[in-house]
């Protein structure tokens, strides 16, 4: 069926010449490997099976060129923006950014990178100048400070427009009170902003310098010398202990490159005879902050600073800003359109009279608290509030908040993208089942095993010493006893003694404590029971298998590049000479070893694989399949083990074919494998192994919370394909009721669209794809497959580079419009950490790396889940109220100058002036409204009980333009009561109607703060009392402010007045209209249609 799908689909004549283009595209291309799969690309002009094509690619894409096909998805989106609409909401931003970038490039020239030679021991023989081997996550440097901290403050439009409003009153015709009115607040927002930024910058320059002075040992002619990190350089020898040498060698480099999969190089030693050349490869490197288990190394620096793999690879920091800054700056430019509006009507009523120009910006200036400038210090002072909870927080110890600027985000996260190793795992495995067919052994039956193994290898020992001096070869003795090796003790002799036999693990010898001058070598030959062995692989489950082969009495005691040595239960040691190795790639899936016992002679060819590879080489049999699912079920990394028996003559033949396969120049890989090959036929299967790789601590339940908050997990590994499932499967990344889409690995456009159609009748299932296959698909299906990936439940991406994850990252936001989190703890991962909108560190064993770039960084994975149920709820939640009080609080007051004007025959006259308005927005209500950053709406134990709570919060419902209309409604409403009350019951003591309706207004803020209030905190209490006592008392003391008459009719403040009982009552009437019917709404909602959290607290 699949080879009848058309790989376009062709709708009319007009489509012929683009119909042309592709067949020659694909003509080109040349002959691929399969007789029947060009038939899958041609081009066929029929309207059949149209229903099956998934892809959603327009007609104008087929009319491109191949080349661009990648650049469509984002050309359309561009399209979709220009415009009028999009000049004025983000063009001008686009045109400055632009301006900037096109300035800077011309600034600063881009050194081109070039090979190198590099002298070993001799930096100062480079021919050209290498960047400083420093690290800097520093946004700004001294001169950068101010103009980028002003740049990001007031390219938001709030900042923006009240710089505009404080510069006005440097203009007579426009003044309107006093400039500290304007400029105080302004300063202050920029001043708190400055030193958030100046303390954030400042502890990232800490943190830095603490990297950049790391000691080195460095070796060089004079010695031994330690060396800051900083001070590396391009040809330095940097060592890890031991001996002093001195050679003349260099080594020939390729250019610096992003890709971390390959290294080409040379090296050349001058000072033997004759010179020797050897090629250099990736598995000769190391990368930066490498951890040497044991042992000494010593390197050659050959690139530092930007010019590393991973540097290279790490984006520039960038300013991240929090949806809930951006939902609060389109809500400005709201206020400033009615604020515009507003002044329009109040010009127009007033009938264009005289200069109307002056009046109306001096209307604009009075209504200008519609916008009010105290949001942006209460929300940075919030900000910071939330993160000294989230570091105070003894349930998630040794967190610390980084970046004090996006707290609100950990609230709204939709996707959260993981590392795998040493974030969702340990790194350490456990040997946890060996089954034999018949027979399975798991963690509590290791005891008898050891005991099988104990019990064969004293039988035959004892069946050695019976033979006469030794001088029968144990082989006779073995193949007498046919019965022997049909027992369970001899087949798990067999399948421990290939498991011994068959990896790539080097056991090591640390030096004992006191002893000096004594290489590891030396006194791993004088003791193989040295308690302080260790084993070196380059993959852990190698190590781990190994490991438990000690536990049960058969020990690797030495290893070189052509023998082993192991150590039996009884102290006897096992020679072992190593014939040939096969290592393990990603292609085919196992590994084998060749090996001559050297007792005895005997030739023996091991294998372990996957069971998907080795299922074909072993001899026929009916349980592996299914214990190999059983054991995936249970989490565990399954090893099929097989052996096949060699005579001299079979292994010579194989030797001379192998040889002469390594030696051809033409398809050498695919001559090799077909050698290797003709060996692997009927194998004897011994075992199945069941490893487990330890998760981190709660990992699961972790991630069962994640899923229930409605966030979808993404696990970008640079691991195999195999590995990464099975994590995936033990982690309960994928439940068990999910089925799992392994996308096959793709290399062309037509293959990735004929997966596509596959992938797309898949429903409700996880996706696992590889970094290969995932970058053909983005290349010309970019947005067919991440709508197809975001419909799954998880996705794992495999064999990911770091730059591959920051991409990832980008295209989620650019597709889905959706808040990003990634979290990861190695180097590998600050690329994806810094392009989230919420990055995360964990400090583990691969450094600190990842949590020095992250915004926040936490000790376990585990603490996630409190970091976003209960510190990102109530941050965004806090902030969202606290954004839309003070928005309400400005608006109410401007309701309340419009009405006065209105009155007034709409004239431009300030009703409260100078420090009446200052301080309405400081002491008077400062407190009990900033109080809010300490509500609640759930505890934070029923927050993490139900994390179904958290996505409400996704919707963005707590500050959407809905309840900042609910908001705006309040505002009119309460002030055109509060206005109009002062003047009807006022009407005969006309002159105290700025102390009647301020009094009122206070009054008024304090009990919509009462409202709002969730849960009480007893500072909330006290914030409450406090603005009133400050009031009262500023009654007597400012008496002079308050009075109109100051303004018009020259009267004062009459204290006796307002403590007659008249006043009071009149206030509190005022009050009470103001605030009683909202009071019975917010019952009346809270009866008949109550939040979700309500239900729960209830």
């Known amino acids: 069926m ?191 902003t400055m030193t958030r930024e100046a303390i954030d910058e400042f502890r990232r320059f800490q943190r830095d310098k603490e990297v950049n002075s790391q000691l080195y040992s460095k070796l060089t002619v004079r010695g031994k010398v330690q060396v800051k990190s900083s001070d590396i350089q391009v040809g330095d020898l940097i060592i890890v202990e031991k001996d002093l040498f001195s050679i003349s060698a260099y080594v020939y480099a390729q250019k610096p490159q992003m890709d971390i999969h390959s290294f080409e190089g040379t090296f050349t030693r001058e000072d033997s005879d004759p010179p020797i050349h050897e090629s250099l490869s990736i598995e000769n490197t190391l990368w930066a902050s490498t951890i040497v288990a044991s042992g000494t190394v010593i390197g050659v620096v050959i690139y530092t600073g930007k010019e590393t793999r991973s540097v290279m690879n790490t984006s520039n920091p960038k300013n991240k800003v929090g949806l809930l800054d951006l939902e609060l700056n389109r809500l400005t430019k709201a206020l400033f359109l009615a604020l515009v509006a507003l002044s329009i009507v109040m010009v127009t009523l007033q009938g264009f009279v005289g200069p109307w120009y002056r009046s109306l910006f001096r209307f604009l200036l009075l209504f200008s608290y519609i916008i009010p400038i105290s949001l942006r210090v209460n929300l940075d002072m919030g900000k910071a509030v939330y993160g000294w909870m989230m570091m105070k927080d003894e349930n998630i110890p040794g967190t610390v908040v980084r970046t004090s600027t996006i707290p609100e985000e950990l609230g ?150 052509t023998s082993m040595q192991l150590k039996t239960p009884s102290g006897q040691v096992l020679s072992f000479c190593i014939l040939q190795l096969f290592p393990f790639t990603s292609e085919s899936k196992r590994m084998g ?166 992938f797309r009748r898949k429903h409700d299932c996880a996706l696992v794809i590889s970094g290969d296959s995932l970058e053909v698909c983005l290349k010309y299906y970019e947005h067919e497959f991440v709508e197809l990936a975001c419909q799954c439940p998880a996705v794992v991406c495999c064999r990911c580079s770091p730059t591959q994850k920051a991409c990832i990252v980008t295209l989620l936001q650019q597709h889905t419009g959706r808040r990003t989190c990634a979290i990861g703890d190695g180097g590998n991962d600050v690329s994806m950490i810094q392009a989230a909108d919420c990055g995360i560190g964990i400090e583990g064993k691969e450094g600190k790396q990842a949590s020095l770039a992250a915004d926040f960084s936490i000790t376990q994975f585990r603490h996630i889940g409190r970091l976003l149920m209960v510190h990102g709820r109530n941050s965004y939640k806090r902030s969202a109220a606290l954004g839309q009080f003070v928005m309400h609080r400005g608006l109410i007051i401007s309701t309340m100058q419009a009405v006065f004007s209105s009155v007034f025959y ?82 005969s003591e006309f002159v105290h109607v700025v102390a009647i309706s301020f009094t009122a207004l206070i009054l008024t803020e304090l009990l919509m703060v009462a409202l709002t209030v969730r849960t009480w905190h007893w500072l909330m209490v006290v914030a409450e009392f406090l603005s009133l006592g400050c009031y009262v008392s500023s009654l007597a003391f400012l008496s002079e402010y308050f009075g109109i008459g100051r303004v018009s009719f020259g009267a004062f403040l009459d204290v006796a007045f307002i403590t007659t009982v008249t006043f009071l009552w009149k206030v509190s009437a005022i009050t009470v209209v103001s605030c009683l019917p909202l009071y019975v709404l917010k019952y009346l909602r809270r009866k008949l249609s109550p939040p979700s959290y309500c239900k729960l607290a209830s």
């Open 906 to 987: 709409f004239a431009s006259v300030p009703l409260y002036q100078g420090f009446l308005m200052v301080g309405y927005a400081t002491i008077y209500t400062m407190f009990p409204v900033f109080s809010l950053v300490l509500d609640q709406d759930v505890k934070p134990e029923m927050a993490m009980l139900y994390p179904e709570l958290y996505k409400d919060l996704t919707k963005g419902r707590s500050l959407s333009f809905k309840t900042f209309l609910i908001w705006v409604l309040i505002s009119i409403y309460q002030g055109g009561i509060l206005m109009y009350g002062a003047l009807v019951l006022f009407e």
């Open 412 to 561: 709204r996260l939709v996707y959260l993208l993981t590392d795998k190793t040493g974030t969702l795992t340990q790194n350490e495995m456990i040997f946890k089942r060996l089954h034999l067919g018949t027979v399975s052994y798991g963690a509590d039956m290791m005891d008898e095993i050891q005991s099988h193994v104990r019990d064969s290898y004293s039988q035959m020992q004892s069946q050695a010493g019976g033979n006469n001096t030794g001088s029968t070869p144990l082989r006779k003795a073995q193949s007498s006893a046919p019965k022997v090796r049909k027992s369970v003790s001899s087949r798990i002799h067999e399948a421990v003694k290939a498991i011994v036999l068959c990896h790539n693990v080097t056991p090591v010898y640390e030096s004992r404590a006191g002893v000096t001058g004594e290489t590891e070598f030396a006194e791993a030959d004088q003791d193989f029971s040295d308690e302080n062995r260790t084993y070196q692989a380059s993959s852990p489950d190698e190590v781990a298998l190994v490991q438990w082969t000690e536990s049960v009495g058969l020990t690797l005691v030495s290893r070189d590049l």
């Open 593 to 758: 070893v060749i090996v001559r016992d050297e007792s005895t002679a005997e030739i023996t060819f091991y294998m372990k694989g996957a069971d998907v590879a080795m299922s074909p080489i072993v001899q026929y049999n009916d349980w592996l399949e299914e214990e190999c699912g059983n054991m995936a079920r249970e989490g565990l990394r399954t090893l099929v083990v097989a052996k096949k028996a060699l005579t001299e003559e079979q292994y010579q033949d194989f030797e001379s074919r192998y040889t002469q396969a390594k030696l051809s120049m033409h398809d050498r890989s695919l001559k090799v494998a077909a050698v290797v090959e003709s060996l692997e036929r009927e194998m004897e299967l011994l075992c199945l192994t069941g490893v487990e790789d330890q998760l981190q601590a709660d990992v699961r339940p972790t991630l069962e919370m994640l899923r229930n908050a409605g966030i979808k997990i993404w696990m970008l590994t640079g691991d195999k394909l195999e590995t990464a499932t099975c994590i995936a499967k033990s982690s309960h990344l994928v439940s068990r009721t999910q089925d799992i889409h392994i996308f096959r690995q793709v290399t062309s456009r037509g293959e990735a669209h004929l997966e596509l159609n596959a």
């Open 2 to 192: 699949a080879d009848q799908i058309p790989l376009y689909p062709v709708r009319s004549a007009a489509a012929a010449a683009a119909n042309r283009k592709r067949a020659a595209y694909y003509s080109a291309a040349g002959p691929r490997p399969g007789a029947d799969r060009h038939s899958r690309y041609q081009l066929e002009d029929e309207s059949a099976h149209l229903d099956e094509m998934p892809l959603m690619m327009s007609e104008e894409g087929f009319e491109n060129e191949e080349s661009d096909y990648h650049t469509l998805p984002r050309a359309r989106i561009m399209q979709r923006k220009r415009g009028l609409e999009w000049f004025v909401c983000d063009g001008w931003k686009f045109l400055c950014t632009s301006c900037c970038g096109w300035l800077i490039n011309i600034c600063r020239r881009k050194k081109e990178l070039k090979a190198r030679t590099v002298w070993l021991g001799c930096p100062e023989k480079c021919e050209e100048k290498h960047p400083r081997n420093s690290i800097k996550n520093q946004k700004y440097n001294v001169f950068t400070f101010i103009p980028g901290v002003l740049y990001e403050q007031f390219k938001f439009f709030l900042n923006l427009y009240f710089l505009v409003i404080s510069c006005s009153q440097f203009v007579p015709a426009l003044k309107i009170g006093y400039l500290y009115t304007y400029w105080a607040p302004l300063g202050f927002v920029l001043a708190v």
